[in-house]
């Protein structure tokens, strides 16, 4: 299957470990982005995976194009100018002190894209799915114009499109996410996100308490509901994290299909050794399981298992095969030693 996704990849710098920035005096080099993070998963289980970005032509844009080439993923679409790559430092939390990231972003190549460094039609041409996080119309006026010409583009190619809602405070305020995400939704088939995604940047609330660890289905059935009648969603999707501390969490997962609900078996996840793109891992997993399996209930448990074993990972990318997913998904979960 082809799968393209469009958004930015960045460098992420962060000290080894569990240290904080002001200890260190050297980081460690990684690189990811919400929708880079999603096509590394894509290509990880087999499919064709395309991302599509703009980078420098310098060496660092260039460290970024062989990351992705190095996990399989297509890198043809990638314009090259501007000058220069996203960054972002990321400090790892332990315990009951949160990870912490700063941005670097402004003025980077994709933020300063314009229409004709891509020819979506092209790019859409033989697709089968079109993914996009809400991260990436955040980054500049000029992004949140790129995705929309990319979404009308896969319209028209008949492909599936999926958005991660993703709501970044540090990139926008909830009002202008709002005027910019509600209007695209007319594109898209399936909607994945969190309770807080869906408020901030669509204004539905869930009747739940995720801070109080209360997640049950049903405080989200009727917000589901709505979200499908207003905008015609095929599926709306929500992650339920249960947050105990930066390195023990609940994970699970419900779908709705305008049918059906279906509630996910719940992961304890301790310890974490990295969340950074776990909800991408998600996306990717929730992507190959509704383009290969036979029923939402498959999809979804596999996009629950792949989440859950990308946050014992360190870096963005998520570098599992599909058989580690499905064995864990099956109910394999002791950690033994594979001879």
Known sequence: M?????????LRLSPAGCKRFVQVDNFDVIWGG????????????GHDAYFVSKLPTHEIGQAAVNALRRYGVHTEHIARGGDRVGIYYCETGASMRPSKVIYDRAGSSIAEANPEDFDFDAIMEGADWFHWSGITPAISDKAAELTRLACEAAKRHGVTVSVDLNFRKKLWSSEKAQSIMRPLMQYVDVCIGNEEDAELCLGFKPDADVEGGNTDAEGYKGIFQAMMKEFGFKYVVSTLRESFSATHNGWKAMIYNGEEFYQSKRYDINPIIDRVGGGDSFSGGLIHGLLTMPTQGEALEFAVAASALKQTINGDFNLVSAAEVQALAGGSANGRVQR
């Open 34 to 45: 919400g929708e880079a993070n999603v096509a590394v998963s894509c290509a990880n289980y």
């Open 2 to 10: 082809k799968v393209i996704t469009l958004g930015e990849i960045m």
